[in-house]
């Protein structure tokens, strides 16, 4: 798609793919988003600027603001109607039917990952004079069940929610619309039900995916890049990944309604990799684990936010967490050959640099079993906080 792989030594590449650059980013006059309205924005102007004839993207259910509605948007009200990220697997591809019959040739394309792959891998059928796709960052999707199980086990009001993300202040921030305005409910990471959401929420598929940042997308927008800021979802900064021309054109598309600043990365990963992948991996093999008490969750969270990795760093952080778990999981899942095929060379190369004892590959071989230590994801917490403080201790020694 872009030309060349991506560089997978010394380079950014290995965690966010090919990119000619990225970029923290803001939209300026976009209301009704669920962040500030950065995807919208290239796209009304991608429309409004004669780029694309029309833009596919996902819209929501009659009725229900969490539901995916994939749509076929011809105006700029068509795309200001799709608003807002709908957490759960969408058909995004069945829009091409009615593209051929309307006869469009310049098109714009949002989706996840595996949409996005699935339109790369039939693009050269489809006749299209143009073709722009803007991705977004994806992990942990599911299907609605898994969805209503996950807003039902983790919300003080499931009725209310229209949207969810787990953000960089390691909390779950769920987005609430009760009649009389917004209101952010906070969920430390921590204090989570982790035994209960291990099985159904989760589709089997994501857990086998190895294309968190969207590799095939021209342009991709994301949040985990950014340090967390003490603003509402709908005022925080989001991250741009620019991979190549066709991206490039599109985010100077809409330059004057975004405001771009220099990415930033602090704090060290390491610690809180294979401790969460730990703490994940034992709920996965059936470990029933306690969530920590509100209070102990928020001073956990408070720590690590303070001291833990930020921007790019977190970035990373979350990207090699989620490869380091899905690697087990193919590996537990395929057979040998098949899975070794399925696993990318930078998912290979993240996996191999926490593998030097063997700690991976050692769980290969572990099996689901009834019980187990209930203070083990407690453990893992505490160890990766513990050796934050150190590090922040001695730097300052």
């Not at 294309?211 to 342009?219: G, H, R």
Request: proline share 6%; net charge neutral.
């Amino acid at each position: 798609m872009h030309g060349r792989s991506r560089r997978l030594v010394d380079s950014d590449e290995l965690w966010f793919g090919v990119h000619d650059a990225m970029y923290n980013v803001k939209a300026l006059n976009m209301q009704g988003a669920q962040w500030t309205g950065v995807v919208t924005t290239i796209a009304v102007n991608a429309l409004r600027q004669g780029l694309v004839d029309a833009v596919a993207c996902v819209g929501s259910a009659p009725g229900d603001p969490l539901k995916p509605r994939p749509m076929l948007a011809l105006t700029v009200e068509d795309v200001l109607a799709s608003r807002g990220v709908k957490p759960m697997l969408s058909p995004s591809l069945s829009v091409l039917a009615e593209v051929e019959a309307r006869g469009i040739r310049r098109l714009l394309f949002i989706g996840v990952g595996c949409a996005v792959q699935a339109l790369r891998s039939v693009e050269k059928h489809l006749g299209f004079e143009a073709l722009y796709v803007v991705g977004t960052n994806c992990t942990d999707n599911g299907r609605e069940s898994g969805l209503r199980k996950f807003i039902k086990a983790v919300s003080d009001d499931p009725a209310t929610a229209i949207g969810y993300e787990f953000m960089a202040d390691y909390r779950v921030h769920i987005k609430h619309s009760d009649g009389e305005g917004l209101r952010y409910e906070k969920i430390p990471y921590f204090s989570l039900p982790a035994g209960e959401l291990s099985n159904g929420v989760i589709a089997p598929s994501c857990m086998a995916c190895f294309d968190y940042t969207n590799a095939a997308a021209d342009l991709v927008v994301g949040y985990m890049g950014v340090p967390s800021q003490p603003v509402p979802m709908n005022e925080h900064t989001q991250y741009v990944t620019v991979r190549n021309a066709a991206g490039a054109q599109l985010l100077a598309s809409a330059a004057q309604d975004l405001v771009l600043s220099p990415t930033a990365s602090s704090g060290d990963r390491a610690p809180l990799v294979m401790q969460t992948v730990l703490a994940d991996d034992a709920a996965a093999l059936g470990a029933a684990q306690k969530p920590a008490p509100r209070w102990l969750g928020e001073i956990l969270a408070s720590v690590l936010g303070a001291l833990g990795p930020k921007g790019l760093e977190f970035a990373r952080y979350s990207i090699e967490y989620h490869t380091i778990r899905n690697a087990l999981y193919t590996r537990r899942h395929f057979p040998a050959a098949q899975a070794d095929a399925h696993v990318p060379p930078h998912g290979k190369a993240i996996v191999a640099a926490y593998d030097g004892d063997e700690a991976i590959t050692r769980r290969v071989a572990m099996r689901p079993k009834a019980g187990g230590n209930d203070t083990s994801i407690m453990i893992a917490v505490a160890a990766a906080v513990a050796v934050l403080l150190a590090a922040h201790f001695l730097r300052h020694v």
